[in-house]
């Protein structure tokens, strides 16, 4: 097939690095590919395999921190879609959001078919309506959808998350493991103190360990390496970090796009998971991995942004220890290092 065709994936970055199957099985039929991305899934957009082109719109439909709605703007995406004469557009959302203000947009743009999973009703702005059953990972929610329009991923493709890599990017020497304390949500992240203390027992435990974050979280790392850890918080790119990422024996971390990313390069991971969102959508995909954190708690599929049970428990509740069995089991400490 030669057609032109647009992946639409509006929020994060992790949530564009788990698009990355759905985008590589088009790609593996359509003739050109682009993908709408929003400001907060760019630094992903531009690491992953398949794609032609990179718009950018940030949606207040989508946006967690939306600004008001600009018409201007609005008529700008419109104009710039029509202008590249687009055959097909796939719209990817997670459950909890609606695909039906992007195929309107799209809609605008005269773009032929429009594709989405949508349980609301649709009206004109949907060609093809798809509906998948709720607990299902969101890798295979993009794959189910683009099945929907004929394109499967090619036989020697394994499905698994995949980002171009930097081999020129630099990373720390030697084996470490990694602990990521952030997210973008603060309630799938542990508190500064628990990260601290999961350093000290890796550290004791024979572990070094490199502490990541973005450029506005130095704080944080810096707090959470303390004297022990390496801290690279605010000193890596997102495709950089991606080699510290691919470097490490284990990466310790939220659900946030660090896990993904991680994944993306095939790294283990220990996988601090509150249950705010179900772990069946967002766990790591297809790479070795443990879930540690209460999946029961009361906040569970709650969507909460900030943690609405005192103390954090889903998370703080994890003991340094269960973090340390938890690495060794993923990651067996080399004799040579121990010693």
């Known amino acids: 097939m030669n057609l032109r065709v647009l992946v639409v994936r509006l929020d994060n970055d992790g949530d564009v690095l788990l698009t990355g199957p759905a985008l590589r099985a088009v790609a593996a039929e359509a003739g050109y590919v682009a993908l709408l991305c929003g400001p907060r899934g760019q630094a992903a957009a531009e690491l992953l ?3 032609d082109e990179i718009l950018c719109f940030r949606a207040p439909w989508i946006d967690p921190e939306p600004e008001p709605v600009e018409p201007a703007a609005v008529e700008t995406l419109v104009e710039e879609l029509r202008r590249r004469e687009l055959d097909q557009a796939i719209v990817m959302t997670s459950f909890h959001q609606s695909a039906l203000p992007s195929a309107l947009v799209i809609r605008l743009a005269s773009v032929r078919i429009v594709a989405a999973i949508s349980e609301d009703y649709p009206g004109s702005l949907l060609d093809v309506r798809h ?5 299902i990972h969101e890798v295979e929610r993009g794959l189910s959808l683009v099945a929907t329009l004929g394109y499967r991923l090619p036989a020697d493709d394994d499905g698994r998350l995949a980002v171009l890599r930097d081999e020129e990017a630099s990373a720390p020497e030697g084996p470490y493991v990694v602990l990521h304390p952030g997210a973008s949500v603060p309630a799938r992240a542990p508190s500064s103190q628990w990260s601290s203390e999961a350093v000290s027992a890796l550290t004791a435990a024979g ?3 490199v502490v990541t ?7 944080l790392t810096a707090q959470v390496a303390g004297i ?14 991606a080699s ?3 470097q490490a024996d284990c990466v310790v971390v939220g659900n946030t796009g660090p896990a993904h990313l991680a994944a993306a390069v095939g790294t283990p991971i220990v996988s601090l998971y509150a249950p705010v969102i179900p772990s069946v959508r967002w766990r790591p995909w297809r790479v070795p991995h443990i879930l540690l954190g209460d999946q029961e708690a009361p906040c569970r599929s709650s969507r909460e942004r900030n943690c609405p049970v005192k103390g954090h428990p889903c998370l703080d509740g994890i003991s340094a220890e269960e973090v340390v069995r938890a690495v060794d089991s993923l990651s067996p400490l080399r004799k040579d290092v121990a010693a």
């Open 49 to 51: 395999p398949g794609i």
């Open 131 to 135: 509906r998948v059953p709720d607990d």
């Open 207 to 209: 572990r070094r360990v």
């Open 213 to 219: 974050g973005g450029a506005d979280e130095r704080e």
């Open 228 to 241: 022990d850890a390496v801290d690279l918080g605010g000193q890596t790119t997102f495709a950089e970090l």
């Open 244 to 246: 510290v990422l691919a």
